[in-house]
């Protein structure tokens, strides 16, 4: 099982341009501890949303790259979402899902995952071109290089300890982060 | 038989949707909408995305918006219910929204379980935020949704027009 820090600090290490959409929670928080980056969308809210940001995104811009990271409860409350990306199989997409296999937020209650929902299947089931898990730490420059370079869309379930870490709180100004980012990633 | 004013109101959406730049359009399937969605699959400036519930389309505008492009959704009033948490991503960030609806649950809705939220759809939109714009006349689509489109790109704020049922003709059960 994987130190979730660890994990997605070894994910965005160099990470260049690569255009990054984190889901509440714990992702979120995750994503910041790996360092403030003005091509972060942190989520606060929008449940289930992440994943279709990460379409949106990555369909306006087919030069980039984009990262969707988040957890197993958002990946569920929006997995119809993976039958939307599958139509349009979007090459520079991917999405990973920091799979603890329980709702961290609300008091560590079992998610589907626990009892053997298998996500990576689902991914797999609606087209996406790679769908695995991983659980070794020793695999995360393999999907670091995925991320950057592998044809998507891809979709990565982290087997990540059941564990809670101290939060790490990026701008919660909705207006301030997509304002940041559209004008990074415009005058870049 | 239609007259030409009453099946060229999906194409004068269309020609504001071309004017303002639209690039994405998210949608779930629908009668009213089919000529719309039609055009928007036919034209290879626009990345048309079939969704498979309609919030799904509020995370497309947003994702969209952040890469520089505009979107527009299209959607029954149905599937505006499935929406109402996903919208507080576009308040939040200040995400422009050009959202297009056809309505069922009014004036002559043959299905009763359409009725209830037909019967909100309009409230609903409002109380998330969302100018919102009746047409009932074919007439009128140009100018209002051209205006209402303009609205919402100049000032990032979220238009929803609804399309009335007696617009795009009352849905005939038998077949």
């Known amino acids: 099982m994987l130190d979730r820090r660890d994990f997605v600090r070894r994910l965005l290490i160099g990470r260049g341009d690569l255009l990054v959409v984190s889901g509440l929670g714990a992702s979120t928080f995750d994503v910041a501890a790996a360092g403030d980056h003005p091509l972060n969308f942190y989520l606060w809210g929008a449940m289930g949303g992440t994943a279709m940001i990460g379409l ?29 990306i599958g139509v349009k199989q979007p090459k520079n997409l991917a999405i990973v899902v920091l799979d603890n296999a329980h709702y961290g937020e609300t008091g560590m209650q079992p998610s589907h995952t626990k009892s053997g929902v298998d996500l990576p299947g689902t991914a797999l089931a609606c087209r996406f071109r790679h769908a695995r898990a991983v659980s070794r730490i020793e695999e995360a420059a393999a999907v670091r290089a995925l991320l950057h370079e592998g ?6 379930s982290a087997r990540i300890k059941e564990e809670d870490v101290p939060r790490v709180l990026p701008l919660r ?14 005058t870049a | ?19 303002v730049g639209i690039r994405q359009v998210g949608y779930v399937p629908d009668a009213g909408h089919s000529r719309l969605i039609a055009l928007c699959r036919a034209d290879p400036d626009i990345a048309d995305v079939v969704l498979t519930t309609e919030e799904e389309g509020v995370g497309l505008v947003a994702g969209a918006a952040l890469g520089g492009q505009r979107a527009a959704l299209l959607m029954q009033s149905s599937g505006v219910g499935n929406c109402i948490n996903m919208f507080s991503l576009l308040r939040n960030c200040g995400f422009a929204c050009v959202l297009l609806v056809t309505m069922r649950g009014e004036f002559g809705e043959f299905n009763q379980w359409q ?24 007439e009128d689509v140009d100018e209002i949704v051209g205006a209402g489109c303009d609205m919402a790109f100049d000032g990032n704020l979220q238009v929803a027009f609804l399309l009335s049922q007696r617009l795009i003709g009352r849905k005939q059960w038998t077949r």
């Open chain 1, 151 to 156: 044809e998507g869309p891809i979709f990565i």
């Open chain 1, 173 to 186: 100004d909705g207006y301030a982060i997509k304002q940041r980012f559209v004008d990074t990633l415009n």
């Open chain 2, 1 to 19: 038989m239609h007259s030409p004013i009453e099946t060229s109101w999906p194409d004068a959406i269309f020609a504001q949707l071309r004017r």
């Open chain 1, 56 to 84: 949106g995104l990555a369909l306006a811009r087919p030069d980039h790259r984009v990262a969707v990271l988040t957890g197993d409860g958002d990946m569920l409350m929006g997995i119809g979402s993976l039958a939307t």
């Open chain 2, 115 to 138: 009725v209830p939220m037909g019967s909100i759809t309009g409230d609903v939109l409002r109380l998330s935020g969302f100018l919102t714009y009746r047409v009932d006349n074919a």
